[in-house]
C-alpha cells in the first residue's frame, strides 16, 4: 500500500514559477512509475508527465519546455516544476504511483494562474 501527498499548490500569476512535491509512504518508492496528472473544472484529467523507476521522462506537449519531472528516491519524492506558467494552467494536480498492476492516486492540490 502506497499513501500519496501533494503539496506546494497555491495561485500565481501569469508567467509565474510553482514546484509541486508528492511524498509516497511505504517501501520500494524507487521501482514505481510516478506520474502528474491534472484536471481542470468541466474537463477530462489530462497526462502531464511521466518519470520511471530508471529515470526516463515525458511531458505532455502542453507543457513540454516548461514543466520539469523529478524524484529524489531517498525522500520518496517527486516533484513538478512548473515555470512560464498560463490561466491554461489552472487545475488540480495529482500525483499517481504505478507498479504492475498496482496504482495509487493522490488527492491533488489546486494550482491557480490568474492575474
Known amino acids: 500500500q502506497v499513501q500519496l501527498v501533494e503539496s506546494g499548490g497555491g495561485l500565481v500569476q501569469p508567467g509565474g514559477s510553482l514546484r509541486l512535491s508528492c511524498a509516497a509512504s511505504g517501501s520500494d518508492f524507487s521501482i514505481y512509475t510516478m506520474n502528474w496528472y491534472r484536471q481542470a473544472p468541466g474537463k477530462q484529467r489530462e497526462l502531464v508527465a511521466i518519470?520511471?523507476?530508471?529515470?526516463?521522462?515525458y511531458y505532455a506537449d502542453s507543457v513540454k519546455g516548461r514543466f520539469t519531472i523529478s524524484r529524489d528516491n531517498t525522500k520518496n519524492t517527486v516533484y513538478l516544476q512548473m515555470n512560464s506558467l498560463k490561466p491554461e494552467d489552472t487545475a488540480v494536480y495529482l500525483c499517481n504511483a504505478i507498479r504492475s498492476r498496482a496504482e495509487y492516486w493522490g488527492q491533488g492540490t489546486q494550482v491557480t494562474v490568474s492575474s
Open positions: 518519470i520511471y523507476n530508471y529515470g526516463s521522462t
